[in-house]
């Protein structure tokens, strides 16, 4: 197997960067779309029945409501909800041996995600970028400045990415699962950064927050505020939670 830089599952993650420069020329490919659903008209159709009694199950409701949410209530999200939701994404459950398991899924046991945040509007958490050391279940805080809109900037400007309580920003520490599986490893890279958004997301659901995962940024932007080297390491993934709004109050005559 070549080194990390020669491999075509590194190559393919670097080649499909964003940066500002080369953003404006990108064009949709020439490639025909296909329909959303796929269908099997000659089969045989059997209705599949929804008066479950697993409805009663308490994740029905969460995923039930779910949905990208892009606007907040102007309002912190607490240190505990935040424990919650980095343990729901990323915490230590089990252990045997030199393993050690988390609550989302990972090719081989081998965690190659780090994840990393804005706190933008946590009580009792100074604004910042922290990341999240998931065997001492702690947080490190990496900047002492607010870093809200640095990150909605590299964000492509996405301006809710501000206006979150808390941004969430994943990386690959790519040598993790590409030293044991070479080019398949990325596949599994990229499969891991799906199960730990998706446990976030109804994690934040949970806590009465919303979640919005957000896969648009300039790579190199993201990775320079997050020290990162994007030779070794680079963001793939990001959320952004914040307060669900309250519906509007009815009035009675
Ligand atoms: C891989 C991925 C990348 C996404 N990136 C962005 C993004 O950069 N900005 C954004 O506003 N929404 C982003 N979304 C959210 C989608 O727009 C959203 O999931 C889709 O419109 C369906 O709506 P729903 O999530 O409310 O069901 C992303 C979703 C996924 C799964």
Redesign the pocket.
Known sequence: MPELSECSGYRYLRDSAYDRETIRHIRRPAIEQVDTFKRYPDAETIKLPTDWTLKEARITPLLQK?????KYENESVSIEELAFMLWASQGITASSGNYTFRTAPSGGALYPIETYFSANHVEDLNPGLYHFDVENFSIDRLTTTDSAEAVAAA??N?K?MAQAAVSFLWSAVIRRSMSKYGNRGMRYILLDA?HI?QNLVIAAEATGNGA??????YDDEVNALLGLDPEEETVL??AAVGKRVAPKKQCSL
């Open positions: 779910r949905r990208s949410l892009r964000c492509l996405q809710f799906g958004c919005c995962p957000i896969a648009a940024f993934y990001a």
